[in-house]
């Protein structure tokens, strides 16, 4: 069973690595910051966004604002463009993990960190 991840709706798929949870934007700035603040301080550096253009609130301006507070790289990468590329749920899979390696972003230790 996979463990919890720093907030809540979130989890470790393989622990420390690679962590899938809810879509951390929100109406309320605050919350937003605080969710995304919660990955950072997990080492999360790249988040791929799984929703349709324009379909939840956005959230990458706020990492932007909180990377650049924190002195840390991060990387935003949108389904869109995993969509236009490949069909189907697998082939998704897939393509979100090739783009995770090519884009990853290490910690301090060496981990790889992926949301």
Known sequence: MPSP???PCSYWLIEGKLLAGEYPGTY???????KLTKFLEAGIRTF????????LTRY???LQA???ERGVETTHIRAMRLRSR?????????EVIHR????????????ERTL
């Open 66 to 68: 909180l990377s650049d």
């Open 86 to 94: 490949v069909a189907g749920s697998e082939a998704i899979g897939r």
């Open 48 to 55: 791929i966004n799984l929703t349709e253009e324009r379909e």
């Open 28 to 34: 309320i700035e605050a919350e937003t910051r605080e």
């Open 100 to 111: 995770s390696q090519r884009d990853r972003s290490w910690d301090e230790s060496g981990h």
């Open 60 to 62: 990458d301006d706020v």
């Open 5 to 7: 991840g720093p907030i």
